[in-house]
């Protein structure tokens, strides 16, 4: 009998984005990008195009649970990435589950907000994230999510935002991607913040802008992950696709 390819799976647990900008289209394609397989616990239905979202319609937090656990009973899970979990009923569900898969790396995009400024998360989110910093391999927040986490103003400069990331270690993060995207300057620095050190991701700051940079790059960590890849490793291969995104869009052939 043959013996079965390996065939690493990205579980991802998100919202869908009916305009394709961002949530699980993006994750979806940028997993196969990776020649890693997804599969689903969808967290949330919204209607959005760009410039709006009109309808977010919450899954409820057992059900999210019930598909992450039919999704990981496939044996094929190599990593799980997590998107918009929308309620603190569903983080704490998610971390229910987490609970029970301490040996699987995690990358939680902690997203709050859209780029057209609703709210992407019920309630009191900082205190629903609490939980999830000892859950997860890596958190990914942008410098507004990441002030609001830490219930302070938007870092002005790297150092600001290092510091700041420490703050979710100490908080309980095992690891933290600060990403640079927001700030201002001729390079975009990321900062892999952990209790041993910090590590500089910079690249040059493109003038394209793009929906769902923040799925793809967390989706592009998880693949990395599970196919066996280290963390910095996984962040820089990541860093690479993101930025190959944003170049064809500002170039396109
Ligand atoms: N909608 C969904 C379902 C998302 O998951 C996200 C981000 O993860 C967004 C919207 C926000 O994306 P953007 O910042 O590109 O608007």
Not at 19 to 25: D, E, K, L, V
Not at 78 to 90: V, Y
Not at 189 to 195: C, E, G, R
């Amino acid at each position: 009998m043959a013996l079965k390819e390996p065939d690493p799976h990205v579980l991802v647990v998100a919202g869908t984005d009916s305009s394709g900008g961002a949530g699980i289209a993006r994750d979806v394609e940028t997993l196969s990008a990776f020649g890693v397989r997804a599969c689903l616990a969808v967290t949330a239905v919204t209607a959005q195009t760009d410039q709006l979202v009109g309808w977010i319609e919450t899954m409820p937090a057992p059900l999210v649970e019930s598909q992450m656990r039919a999704a990981l009973a496939g044996g094929q899970v190599g990593a799980i990435k997590l998107g918009m979990l929308a309620s603190p009923e569903a983080v704490s569900a998610v971390c229910r589950v987490l609970r029970d898969q301490p040996d699987l790396p995690v990358i939680a995009d902690t997203v709050l907000v859209s780029s057209s400024g609703r709210r992407l998360m019920a309630g009191d989110a900082t205190s629903a994230y609490e939980l999830l910093y000892p859950l997860a391999t890596l958190l990914t927040p942008n410098l507004p999510e990441l002030a609001a986490l830490i219930g302070c103003d938007s870092a002005l400069d790297d150092n600001q935002a290092a510091l700041q990331a420490r703050q979710l270690i100490e908080r309980g993060a095992r690891a933290v991607l600060v990403k640079g995207g927001h700030a201002t300057g001729k390079e975009a620095v990321d900062q892999l913040v952990q209790p041993s050190g910090i590590s500089r991701h910079a690249a040059p700051r493109l003038k394209a802008s793009m929906r769902g940079t923040g799925c793809m790059l967390a989706s592009a960590i998880a693949a990395s992950l599970a196919l066996g890849r280290d963390l910095p490793t996984s962040v820089s291969q990541a860093k690479v696709y993101v930025l190959r995104q944003l170049d064809a869009r500002q170039n396109p052939m």
